[in-house]
């Protein structure tokens, strides 16, 4: 191939598609809107706290005071609309009042204004205040008193501005709702985007799933043939269903250990754990939390589940979400290839984090259903779906192969069984499904 060709090809390849590339533009000019209506904010938010140390200046000691000027221009005002006759009923009450509250703040900012307050939003709120109180219901003190307590905090030169702000002024300010306006298009593109680059994250209807669970659809399904412990190819037809993205790690079940009392705790322990200088509980080693938990029954799997509110998957929603609705013989494809799972080739002897081999992804995008750990299953070696063990030994399958296995006995064919009660290999280990509410 020329090299101009295989040059056009892999731009190509690597371009994000269609969809992508119109999500990320829009996120793209809505990080910029909401940045240039942040920097607004940020100038509304000067101008009206330079405007009022102006003010304020301006007014001490200045006679008459704003107080009694604003009491007043409203006094006066409230005596004219208090001789028109009496409204015809409740509704007309309603938009009388309404209206004089209207000419009263008019009125009032307008005197503001002539005294040098000099910002839009200042002037709504205190032109509403006065309005306000000049139509309550008088109380012991006159209008100019009670004018003169209401504009104290306004006033006071040791009271802090950004209180002000946030108590009253932020509500109003255009440049407010202009950010808020932006900053609600900024995350809405940016859901829009996440949710085209990562669907498995995001139910019908476009609600989130549960955290770190992907969402698998409901439908029928081919699984089998099997190996190892043989099943015939089926139909199987499936609810809809979340999965855990990833295998069960260390940290998340030491935090499940934790929850329960010291008489629970240590039958749930793995074996293998150590007491840092023999004292206090078992603990997995610190440079291995985030590699999947192992020397785990199923019964110790089965509280997990139960303790973070999910359950272990079918033997058949194990292998759908393994090998999808084209029934792959591997999460990524019909061949096995090296390098995308931990499995004996891949020379570890041991587990990986749980998040490694992002590219061996099944195509629900559920990771390590290849290798790392054999995972339990709820069902037994002849199909039932069990809620509880039957005994220690029940024949319980196990799926996905672990880090000692051939190419041949990782992935979606292949499949065993341990005794539920009493295996607690090294090498298995499990994930949780939910049911969709």
């Known amino acids: 191939m020329p090299l101009v060709a295989l040059a056009l090809l892999l731009t190509t390849a690597l371009r994000p598609g269609a969809d992508e590339q119109s999500a990320l533009l829009r996120y793209r000019a809505a990080s910029k809107a909401q940045e240039e209506a942040l920097a607004d904010l940020e100038r509304a938010y000067t101008h009206a706290e330079r405007a009022l140390a102006a003010f304020r200046a301006e007014e001490a000691g200045k006679s008459p005071t704003v107080a009694q000027r604003l009491a007043a221009v409203a006094s006066g005002l409230v005596a004219q609309q208090q001789e028109r006759p009496a409204p015809a009923d409740a509704k007309e009450a309603r938009a009388r009042r309404r209206a004089d509250l209207e000419e009263l703040g008019r009125a009032i900012r307008a005197e503001l204004a002539a005294r040098g307050l000099a910002d839009d939003t200042l002037l709504d709120a205190l032109g509403d205040l006065i309005a306000h109180e000049a139509t309550a219901k008088p109380g012991k003190d006159d209008l100019a008193t009670r004018c003169a307590q209401a504009l104290a905090p306004w006033l006071a030169a040791d009271r802090g501005f950004e209180l002000l702000w946030n108590e009253s002024l932020y509500a109003r300010s255009e440049a407010a709702k202009g950010f808020k306006a932006k900053y609600d298009d900024y995350m809405a593109a940016g859901v829009e985007l996440d949710r085209v680059r990562h669907p498995e994250f995001y139910l019908p209807g476009g609600a989130k799933t549960r955290p770190n669970m992907v969402y698998v659809p409901g439908g029928t399904f081919t699984v089998g043939p099997d190996s190892g412990f043989e099943r015939r190819k089926k139909n199987v037809t499936l609810r809809p269903f979340l999965l855990d993205r990833c295998e069960v790690s260390n940290a998340d079940y030491v ?81 096995y290839v090296k390098g995308r799972c931990n499995d004996a080739l891949a020379g570890l002897g041991t587990t990986a984090p749980v998040t490694a081999y992002e590219d061996g992804a099944s195509p629900f995008k559920v990771l390590n259903m290849a290798g790392n750990v054999q995972e339990w299953t709820c069902s037994l070696e002849e199909g039932d779906t069990i809620l509880d063990l039957p005994s220690n030994i029940a024949p319980v399958i196990v799926r996905g192969g672990h880090f000692l296995s051939p190419g041949e006995n990782v992935g979606g064919t292949f499949r065993w069984v341990a005794p539920g009660g009493s295996s607690r290999e090294l090498y298995l280990g499990f994930r949780c499904a939910a049911d969709l509410k």
């Open 255 to 335: 935090a499940f250990l934790d929850s329960l009392p010291p008489d629970q705790r240590e039958p749930h322990t793995p074996r293998h754990w150590t007491a840092e200088g023999g004292v206090g509980p078992r603990r997995p080693p610190a440079d291995r939390l985030d590699h999947p938990v192992v020397g785990v029954t199923w019964r110790d799997a089965d509280a997990y589940a139960k303790y973070v509110n999910k359950r272990l998957p079918t033997e058949d929603e194990w292998e759908v979400a393994c090998r999808g609705k084209e029934g792959l013989a591997y999460p990524w494809g019909d061949q």
